[in-house]
Antibody, heavy 117, light 108 residues
């Protein structure tokens, strides 16, 4: 059974940094594409970043390009999102997802990131 | 980036009714790489439909997707109590993979 478990969320001041983790089980993180999607309170979904399965190519939304970095550790079977220069508008629940093709077939339960002074 | 516009914003229906949700793209979605998700309060989204019309694993056949190019539709043939939720479309043809703003299906 595929399971995804996010961690690393919390309260951070504007300009600060956080690293989110997504521990995977039931599959290997380098066998499929993976993505991060976020949802601000009361708002709709926003795709944030993705990493390709075979080539490891990375993709970013314009809103986070240059500030966020997606990566994976195959030995730990874990996906990461390194977030720097955080802004108020980055406040959201962050979900990791396993991609089937380009759509998000399996989702974690999410981790809340709050950017506030 | 491709902008997806979902309509209506809210759909008020009764169990047993047919629900028709629309998703319109600002430009053609190549290969009809359009997905639909269901999200209930406090839960992660769930993939329902991909490639515009293919049901994901375990999705009941009362859910169907159709459309091509810029106009797509999610149809729920007979609403069950468990179907009242928010539904999002997403285009997966171009980066960034944008979502629509959602349609809430609520109990009338």
């Amino acid at each position: 059974e595929v399971q995804l478990l996010e961690s690393g969320g919390g309260l951070v001041q504007p300009g600060g940094s956080l690293r989110l983790s997504c521990a995977a089980s039931g599959f290997t993180v380098n066998s499929d594409g993976m993505s991060w999607i976020r949802q601000a309170p009361g708002k709709w979904l926003e795709w944030v970043s993705g990493i390709g399965a075979s080539d490891g190519r990375t993709y970013y939304a314009d809103s986070v390009k240059g500030r966020f970095t997606i990566s994976r550790d195959n030995s730990k079977n874990t996906l990461y999102l390194e977030m720097n220069s955080l802004r108020d508008e980055d406040t959201a629940v962050y979900y990791c997802a396993r991609d089937q093709g380009w759509e998000h077939a399996s989702w974690g339960q999410g981790t809340l990131v709050t950017v506030s002074s | 980036e491709i902008v997806l516009t979902q309509s209506p914003g809210t759909l008020s229906l009764s169990p047993g009714d047919r629900a028709t949700l629309s998703c319109r793209a600002s430009q053609s979605v190549t290969n009809n790489f359009l997905a639909w998700y269901q999200q209930k309060p406090g839960q992660a989204p769930r993939l329902l439909i991909y490639d515009a019309s293919t049901r994901a694993t375990g999705i009941p056949d009362r859910f169907s997707g159709s459309g091509s190019g810029t106009d797509f539709t999610l149809t729920i043939s007979r609403l069950e109590p468990d179907d009242f939720a928010v539904y999002y479309c997403q285009q997966c043809a171009f980066s960034p993979r944008t979502f629509g703003q959602g349609t809430k299906v609520e109990i009338k």
